[in-house]
Nanobody, 120 residues
Framework: QVQLVESGGGLVQAGGSLRLSCAAS????????MGWYRQAPGKQRELVAT???????NYADSVKGRFTIFRDNAKNTVYLQTHSLKPEDTTVYCC??????????????WGEGTLITVTS
């Protein structure tokens, strides 16, 4: 079993910043790509940012220059630093990770999500 637990969401005014964290725990042998996704009610899930185990990053056009994804492999944790938040960034942010378990199975894992609310 692998668990992803997010934290760091909250209420912020437009232009503000928040840092999200996602810690993976459980039967982990290694973690490959990790990422953040978001899904507003009635909309499809949207990729926000991803990062490979080697540190290569990818961002949605809507967050480029405002959000930064980074990870601490020693802590099995991925972060999303957000800046210049906009009301349209309001939604639940979910962590994703591709994990190789201790019995060498590949698993795609998801966290429960953390809510960012941006007020104008």
């Amino acid at each position: 079993q692998v668990q992803l637990v997010e934290s760091g969401g909250g209420l912020v005014q437009a232009g503000g910043s928040l840092r999200l964290s996602c810690a993976a725990s459980g039967s982990i042998f290694s973690i490959n790509a990790m990422g953040w996704y978001r899904q507003a009610p009635g909309k499809q899930r949207e990729l926000v940012a991803t990062i490979t185990s080697g540190g290569t990053t990818n961002y949605a056009d809507s967050v480029k220059g405002r959000f930064t994804i980074f990870r601490d492999n020693a802590k099995n944790t991925v972060y999303l630093q957000t800046h210049s938040l906009k009301p349209e960034d309001t939604t639940v942010y979910c962590c994703n990770a591709f994990v190789t378990t201790t019995d060498y199975q590949g698993r795609e894992c998801w966290g429960e999500g953390t809510l960012i609310t941006v007020t104008s």
